[in-house]
């Protein structure tokens, strides 16, 4: 312990609210919804920010098995949509949590929706103590409600885990002005205010997710995760990517 409070000092965030998309998850050249190299390559940079001291807490998207949204445009109502793509988030926490209890990682899945022979229901101060007691939590089923993201379930947990920061990670290494792979005049953004972000209604996050964040004075890392040093060097609070604050 002594070790890791020397450590905690050249730290910037000591408790962050990870947010990945489950999309990166998947192969599509393979048709996998979830790649286990991948999932090895995530769970490695998270183990190596928990062992700098870091509490961590991560939310996964499920769009690379089910996106409620994507399957309202084609049929299917909108809430079943939505408990459809909350399940198949605690499909790919249990995924996580399998990839980093094999590299020694201990972690603790805790859902919206309760499911108890899989993982434990959310309980704010029951949360707190895993943290505290050096275990990375994901938060799986989203807001347990239709309609909202899981940006908006990020936002909100870090919001109850009392976060420094969310951290976005995505395929990109911050945000543009425009997408740019379709635009090679787009311009990456170094800093914004959530005003802003709001405003241009930036895809990055949705507003309800940004305006959370913004209420509760918690700033927005947006950067790329397939860099294998993004993750470490924001925990440390070396310039990478966009910040949102």
Do not use: W
């Not at 919804?33 to 807490?57: Q, T």
């Not at 020694?104 to 805790?110: A, E, L």
């Not at 997710?209 to 509760?216: E, S």
Request: contains cysteine; aromatic residues 6%.
């Amino acid at each position: 312990m002594r070790d890791v409070k020397k450590m905690n000092r050249k730290l910037k965030y000591r408790r962050i609210l990870l947010k990945l998309s489950g999309e990166v998850l998947g192969n599509r050249e393979t048709g996998e919804c979830i790649d286990p190299e991948k999932l090895a390559f995530m769970a490695a940079r998270v183990k190596k920010i928990h062992s700098l001291g870091v509490e961590v807490g991560i939310v996964l998207g499920g769009g690379n098995i089910f996106r409620g949204l994507t399957g309202a445009g084609k049929g299917v109502n909108r809430v079943t949509g939505d408990s459809m793509g909350m399940l198949a988030t605690i499909i790919n926490a249990l995924a996580m949590m399998n990839a980093l209890e094999s590299i020694g990682v201990p972690t603790r899945v805790m859902t919206a929706i309760e499911m108890p022979k899989l993982a434990e229901p959310f309980i704010q101060r029951r949360a707190l103590r895993h943290l505290e007691k050096g275990r990375v939590l994901i938060f799986g089923g989203g807001t347990g409600n239709p309609y909202f993201s899981t940006d908006s379930a990020a936002a909100l947990k870090a919001s109850e885990i009392g976060a420094d920061a969310v951290l976005k990670a995505t395929k990109v290494d911050g945000i543009y002005t425009a997408d740019p792979k379709k635009d090679p005049k787009a311009k990456k953004y170094g800093s914004l205010k959530y005003e802003t972000a709001i405003e241009k209604r930036l895809k990055v996050m949705d507003s309800a997710a940004f305006a959370l964040c913004m209420d509760n004075n918690i700033p927005i890392v947006v950067f790329d995760f397939f860099d294998p040093k993004a993750l470490e060097r924001v925990v440390k609070g070396e310039a990478v990517g966009t910040i949102v604050s």
